[in-house]
């Protein structure tokens, strides 16, 4: 749940981002990529002790994948690469 809840937020501050963004938002969104590889560090060190006989596995493949397309976005807008509008894979945010 907390996955859920962290991924919903970031994807609002992506999708909130305007075209001309600020010295302050800039700065933020540094600040978030930056912490992104670090949740992506921990989601690895999680996955690699997985105990294999519990009932209820999370599905680490999925979770990084949505980490990554978000992290790709922030890093799209730290980088001035605008797209034209376009259809985006929704983020799953089912890890279960």
């Given at each position: 749940?907390?996955?859920?809840?962290l991924?919903a937020?970031v994807?609002?501050?992506?999708a909130?981002?305007?075209?001309a963004i600020?010295?302050?938002e800039?700065t933020?969104?540094?600040r978030?990529?930056s912490?992104l590889?670090?949740?992506?560090?921990?989601v690895e060190?999680?996955?690699q002790?997985v105990n294999?006989?519990?009932?209820?596995?999370?599905?680490?493949?999925q979770l990084?994948a949505?980490?990554?397309?978000?992290?790709e976005?922030?890093?799209?807008?730290l980088?001035?690469q605008?797209?034209?509008?376009?259809?985006?894979?929704?983020i799953s945010g089912?890890?279960?």
């Amino acid at each position: 749940m907390r996955y859920r809840a962290l991924l919903a937020i970031v994807a609002i501050t992506t999708a909130s981002a305007s075209q001309a963004i600020t010295d302050q938002e800039r700065t933020v969104l540094q600040r978030l990529h930056s912490e992104l590889k670090v949740i992506n560090s921990i989601v690895e060190e999680a996955e690699q002790s997985v105990n294999q006989n519990d009932r209820q596995q999370i599905d680490y493949v999925q979770l990084k994948a949505d980490l990554q397309r978000i992290q790709e976005g922030v890093g799209d807008i730290l980088n001035n690469q605008r797209r034209e509008p376009r259809s985006l894979p929704s983020i799953s945010g089912e890890y279960r």
